[in-house]
């Protein structure tokens, strides 16, 4: 745990008490703060009594004795309209942060040369990240991941100068971090998201281009979206703003590292550094979506202070990435097909990614409950489809979207549509057929969460594959 002494001696507001809530309780508590946590859910509100946190209505509280307000990153800070103790401390004028900024604030009073990797875009950072850490971990190095991926950033061990932190940030998170300083800031991409939570994709892509501008070293930043090649331009304008090193899987750059058919080859001043990292073969990695994410890990981790100590090792490293669960993970394996679960595509953007990394054959299980837009922008993809399997609430909206140019299967439940496209693609003729869990949806209609639609394919599949003996 980092104990976060910067609000020594003063007391402080905590709302929202989550798995990140309450270990910014905690972390504050142990740096010598007094804490007054609130939250809205009763539930919440025991958990965090039984952790032992001091609970205090913030409702009727005397704000005039805060320091500071840490909030939760998913309890709104601006739209659709600040959340009321973000109102309760603008009135009482105290700053609203969250636990990332504690972060910084600690590293910046204990060990500010620290190196930090922070990762964010509207698509990839999962990956991105889990992979920089992976890469760094493989190589020897002492590594710390978290933030909007696994473990809360409080609960990591403290910033030292021998420890390098990869943290994924959402930009809810950035917008509570006015300190982020990372050593080694990545932007992947932008496209308009979370529009409910920032007004309009300008609020949205300001809030990323942040964690970026205020990078202490580099900036590492995808070039393929407009917003992002604005980005890089902009900073590299400006001296005294970090070095930019730009990433693309559509075209060579100068200065960064673009992909040519799932090879990474780096340019510094328009040198070409050699050898190539070939991605061929890396199941993992597979698609141009993760050809981005591993240019990015990739480029962070070479730019970091002692990054060209990382270059020796990097091909194998990346050959060992075991990817990330609920993302294109790899299943099982039933004679010619194999099953995939990609039950973290919650949306058709998402899904996009999954069938574009597949040539074709793909028996593709979707639905659930579905998001706006349904899978009209998927059009593309239909002939790599040999059929579909749909479930949830998105049966018909689905069905209606695929027509006549796809055949498809009215399933209901996840269960019945493993079984029918696990036969179908097995009675199959041809090689590298794909049995895909990538819903396009949300999972609440039959589901907790994606985690847990994710887990049922997996224990299907392993039921079905131990009946039909296989491995």
């Given at each position: 745990m980092?104990?976060?002494?910067?609000?020594?001696d003063?007391r402080?507001?905590?709302f929202?008490l989550?798995?990140?809530?309450?270990?910014?309780?905690?972390?504050l508590?142990?740096g010598?703060?007094?804490?007054?946590?609130?939250?809205?859910?009763e539930?919440?509100?025991?958990a965090?009594?039984e952790?032992?946190?001091?609970?205090?209505d913030?409702?009727v509280?005397?704000?005039?004795?805060?320091?500071?307000?840490v909030?939760a990153?998913?309890v709104?800070l601006?739209?659709?309209?600040?959340h009321w103790?973000?109102a309760?401390?603008?009135?009482?004028?105290?700053e609203?942060?969250?636990?990332?900024?504690l972060?910084?604030?600690e590293?910046?009073?204990t060990?500010a040369s620290?190196?930090?990797?922070?990762i964010?875009?509207?698509n990839?950072k999962?990956t991105?990240?889990a992979?920089?850490?992976?890469i760094?971990?493989e190589l020897?190095?002492?590594?710390?991941?978290?933030?909007?991926?696994?473990?809360?950033?409080?609960?990591?061990?403290?910033?030292a100068?021998?420890?390098?932190?990869?943290l994924?940030?959402?930009s809810?998170?950035?917008d509570?971090?006015p300190?982020?300083?990372?050593?080694?800031a990545?932007?992947?991409?932008i496209?308009?998201d979370?529009?409910?939570r920032?007004?309009t994709?300008?609020?949205?892509?300001?809030?990323?281009r942040?964690l970026?501008e205020m990078?202490?070293?580099t900036?590492?930043?995808?070039?393929?979206?407009?917003w992002?090649?604005?980005?890089?331009?902009?900073?590299a304008?400006?001296a005294?703003?970090?070095?930019v090193?730009?990433?693309?899987?559509?075209?060579?750059v100068?200065d960064?590292?673009?992909?040519?058919?799932g090879?990474l080859?780096?340019?510094?001043?328009g040198?070409?550094?050699e050898?190539p990292?070939?991605?061929?073969g890396i199941a993992t990695l597979?698609?141009?979506?993760n050809?981005?994410n591993?240019?990015?890990?990739?480029?962070?981790?070479?730019?970091?202070p002692?990054?060209?100590?990382?270059?020796?090792?990097?091909?194998?490293?990346?050959?060992?990435?075991?990817?990330?669960?609920?993302?294109?993970?790899?299943?099982?394996r039933?004679?010619?097909?194999e099953?995939?679960?990609d039950?973290?595509?919650?949306?058709?953007d998402?899904t996009?990614?999954?069938l574009?990394?597949?040539p074709?054959?793909?028996?593709?299980?979707a639905?659930g409950?579905?998001?706006?837009?349904?899978?009209?922008m998927?059009t593309?993809?239909?002939p790599?489809?040999?059929?579909?399997?749909?479930?949830g609430?998105?049966?018909?909206?689905f069905?209606?979207?695929?027509?006549?140019?796809?055949?498809?299967?009215?399933c209901g439940?996840?269960?019945?549509?493993?079984?029918?496209?696990?036969a179908?693609?097995?009675?199959?003729?041809?090689?590298?057929?794909?049995?895909?869990?990538?819903?396009?949806?949300?999972s609440y209609?039959q589901?907790?969460?994606?985690?847990?639609?994710?887990?049922?394919?997996k224990?299907?599949?392993?039921?079905?594959?131990a009946e039909r003996?296989?491995?």
């Amino acid at each position: 745990m980092i104990r976060v002494t910067t609000f020594k001696d003063r007391r402080v507001a905590v709302f929202g008490l989550g798995a990140s809530g309450l270990a910014t309780v905690c972390a504050l508590e142990a740096g010598g703060a007094t804490v007054a946590a609130w939250d809205d859910s009763e539930a919440g509100r025991r958990a965090a009594a039984e952790a032992g946190a001091t609970l205090v209505d913030l409702a009727v509280a005397d704000w005039s004795d805060f320091a500071a307000l840490v909030l939760a990153p998913g309890v709104p800070l601006t739209h659709p309209e600040p959340h009321w103790t973000v109102a309760k401390a603008n009135a009482a004028g105290i700053e609203v942060i969250g636990d990332i900024e504690l972060f910084f604030r600690e590293r910046a009073a204990t060990c500010a040369s620290a190196p930090v990797i922070a990762i964010t875009g509207t698509n990839g950072k999962s990956t991105t990240t889990a992979l920089a850490a992976h890469i760094l971990s493989e190589l020897g190095a002492d590594v710390q991941m978290g933030g909007n991926i696994g473990r809360a950033v409080l609960t990591l061990e403290p910033p030292a100068a021998d420890r390098i932190h990869v943290l994924e940030l959402s930009s809810f998170q950035i917008d509570l971090a006015p300190g982020a300083s990372p050593t080694v800031a990545v932007l992947l991409n932008i496209t308009p998201d979370h529009i409910d939570r920032h007004g309009t994709v300008e609020n949205y892509a300001a809030v990323k281009r942040r964690l970026v501008e205020m990078a202490q070293g580099t900036a590492v930043i995808g070039i393929d979206d407009d917003w992002c090649a604005g980005i890089a331009g902009d900073l590299a304008k400006h001296a005294g703003w970090p070095a930019v090193r730009r990433i693309s899987v559509e075209e060579p750059v100068a200065d960064g590292i673009y992909s040519l058919d799932g090879t990474l080859h780096e340019r510094a001043h328009g040198h070409e550094h050699e050898p190539p990292l070939s991605l061929d073969g890396i199941a993992t990695l597979r698609g141009r979506h993760n050809w981005q994410n591993a240019a990015a890990a990739v480029a962070a981790v070479t730019a970091l202070p002692d990054g060209d100590t990382y270059r020796v090792g990097l091909a194998a490293a990346l050959r060992t990435f075991p990817g990330l669960p609920h993302r294109l993970e790899i299943v099982r394996r039933l004679g010619p097909v194999e099953f995939i679960n990609d039950s973290k595509a919650t949306n058709a953007d998402s899904t996009e990614k999954a069938l574009a990394s597949f040539p074709g054959a793909i028996y593709w299980i979707a639905g659930g409950k579905p998001k706006a837009g349904g899978i009209a922008m998927l059009t593309p993809y239909f002939p790599r489809i040999a059929k579909a399997y749909l479930i949830g609430e998105a049966t018909e909206e689905f069905a209606a979207t695929l027509g006549d140019a796809v055949p498809f299967e009215r399933c209901g439940t996840l269960d019945v549509a493993v079984d029918r496209a696990a036969a179908d693609a097995i009675a199959a003729d041809g090689a590298n057929r794909v049995v895909l869990l990538s819903p396009a949806c949300a999972s609440y209609d039959q589901f907790k969460n994606f985690e847990v639609r994710g887990d049922a394919f997996k224990r299907l599949v392993a039921d079905l594959v131990a009946e039909r003996g296989g491995p």
